[in-house]
Structures are given as structure tokens and as C-alpha cells.
């Protein structure tokens, strides 16, 4: 016999967004930790001195009290826990803020456990709050994401054969979901040349701790190409192209900047090669929350 659905369940959620039900209320999708994606009703929502409005807004950590209804859940009660005030005050980190939030709903499925992308995305943002660098925070989400979604790409072997490849001349495929070698490359015609730099960044993201990652400094032209890898590698794991990721490169691009972690290191980084430094100290804002 199947289990039977409480009748009334309190949770924690982020909220990833919302729409327009009626003349007075609100759909909310919400990711929590034991019950996956789901949406849910907030009654009256929508009028002027509704007490859940201002809780439920996307980008939001709260706590609410859920009623099981016919086909949705019904909001009853919201509780703000962390409202992310200061990112949606800063334009580059709210976009970056909304771009996770979209792929958290992308990569996850309703009512099902999704424990783990539930505390990847809070972690992320949590690390966007605190200041990290965006280039570190947003490559660690999508690396995570990817790899407890089941689709975690391979930047040290062929991903199509497992043959080893060579350290020069690296090519890659978003379809197949990592480098290849020269064989199999012949068998995916979509693939091309990535820059060595760029794959080490991102196997370094991959495997080391976030402090670890977090020393790393890169030149403007590296971070663009980690951008644009990630970007074709989650539309291609996807399957369709994310709005909010195109509107953070527009951001992005507008501000020039060139760090992974916080940029406040004073001291003198080790030079891993021409564009990628190493700074052997821990910098500022890279403790605390870690969960990559």
C-alpha cells in the first residue's frame, strides 16, 4: 500500500518562481529538500494585504506550511528565512542569482528527493550573498548540479571511449559531455578545440575543494571561455537554451572583471601559466558554506 500524503507538511524551500492563478492568487514553485519540485497555491496572493506575498517571492529561503490538496498543494503559512536582499540590489548578482535558480528547475523533477540540489542551490547563494566571485560560485553550482543530476562531464579522459587524450590540442563536444580524443572526435562533428586553460580551471572546480578553487585567478579571456563551455554544456545536458543565461553574459559583460574567487588577495599569485594564478594563502570570503 502506498504511503499516505500528510495532510498538512512544514518545510524549508526556495523559492525558484512564481505565476499569475486567478484574479487573486499565485502559483509558486518551490525546491525542497525532501519533496523535490513542487507547486503550490498561495491563496490571495495577489491582494494588497495578503500575509504570504512578500515571502514568496522567487529567490526567497523560506519555511512554509503546506496542505495537501486535490492536485496542488496550498500554501498556508510562509516564513522568510533568508530573503537575499542584498543580491537583488546588485544587478550582476541578481542575474547571476536567477540563472541558478532556473537551472535548479531544469535539472530537478516534481516530487521527487532532490535533498541534494536543494542544498547546492542555497549553498550558492548563501556564497553569492556573502560576495565570493561569481565565476567560482556559478561554475561550481553548474559542475555540482551536473554531476548529482547524472550528468557530470569528463574533462580527463575521451568521454566517449575513456582513451586518454593529449594535453595539446584539446577538443570537446557538449553532446558528448567532455573532451574527446582524436578518434571519437571523428563521430561527433559539433565538437572543437578548447582552450588547455580552461580545462584545467574546470577540472580544478570539478575535484578540489571550493577554498582551493577559490584561490585561483583568471584573466577576462579564460573566464569567458569557462563561461561559454558551461553554457553550451548545460543547454546541450538541457536540452533547451536558458533565458537567464544569456542575460547574465549581457551583464557580465558590461563590468569587466577577472576573478574565480573573492579578488582580494594583496599578496603576489603563483603563476600557473600566462593566465591562470594561483594565490597560495586562502583569500577573503572563500570559508564558510562550501557544499560543491
Not at 87 to 116: C, I, K, P
Not at 142 to 168: H, I, K, M, S, Y
Not at 186 to 197: A, G, L, N, T
Request: some cysteine.
Amino acid at each position: 500500500m502506498p504511503a499516505r500524503v500528510p495532510r498538512v507538511t512544514k518545510t524549508e524551500a526556495v523559492v525558484l518562481k512564481r505565476r499569475r492563478f486567478g484574479d487573486s492568487d499565485r502559483i509558486v514553485t518551490l525546491l525542497t529538500p525532501a519533496r523535490g519540485k513542487l507547486d503550490a497555491i498561495a491563496k490571495g496572493a495577489l491582494r494588497p494585504r495578503s500575509k504570504l506575498a512578500g515571502h514568496l517571492e522567487p529567490m526567497t529561503h523560506v519555511e512554509v506550511v503546506l496542505a495537501h490538496g486535490r492536485t496542488l498543494g496550498i500554501v498556508t503559512q510562509a516564513q522568510t528565512i533568508e530573503p537575499f536582499a542584498a543580491l537583488r540590489d546588485d544587478l550582476e548578482r541578481l542575474s547571476a542569482g536567477l540563472y541558478l535558480l532556473e537551472l535548479a528547475d531544469r535539472f530537478t523533477v516534481e516530487e521527487a528527493e532532490a535533498d541534494a540540489a536543494y542544498v547546492l542551490l542555497l549553498t550558492a547563494l548563501l556564497r553569492l550573498l556573502r560576495g565570493d566571485g561569481q565565476q567560482l560560485v556559478v561554475r561550481s553550482f553548474e559542475l555540482a548540479l551536473l554531476e548529482a543530476t547524472g550528468f557530470r562531464p569528463e574533462w580527463q579522459r575521451c568521454a566517449a571511449c575513456r582513451a586518454e587524450v593529449a594535453a595539446d590540442g584539446l577538443v570537446w563536444s557538449p553532446l558528448a559531455g567532455g573532451l574527446l580524443c582524436e578518434r571519437c572526435r571523428e563521430s561527433h562533428p559539433e565538437s572543437e578545440r578548447i582552450d588547455v586553460s580552461v580545462v584545467k580551471v574546470l577540472r580544478l572546480i570539478q575535484d578540489a575543494p571550493y577554498e582551493e578553487a577559490a584561490r585561483v585567478r583568471l584573466n577576462q579571456r579564460v573566464a569567458a571561455g569557462m563561461e561559454g563551455v558551461m553554457h553550451d554544456l548545460v543547454r546541450a545536458m538541457a536540452e533547451r537554451d536558458l533565458g537567464s543565461a544569456r542575460f547574465l553574459a549581457a551583464v557580465r559583460h558590461t563590468r569587466p572583471g577577472n576573478d574565480v574567487g573573492d579578488d582580494s588577495s594583496s599578496e603576489d599569485p603563483a603563476s600557473l601559466n600566462g593566465d591562470v594564478t594561483y594565490t597560495p594563502q586562502e583569500p577573503q570570503g572563500a570559508s564558510g558554506q562550501t557544499g560543491s
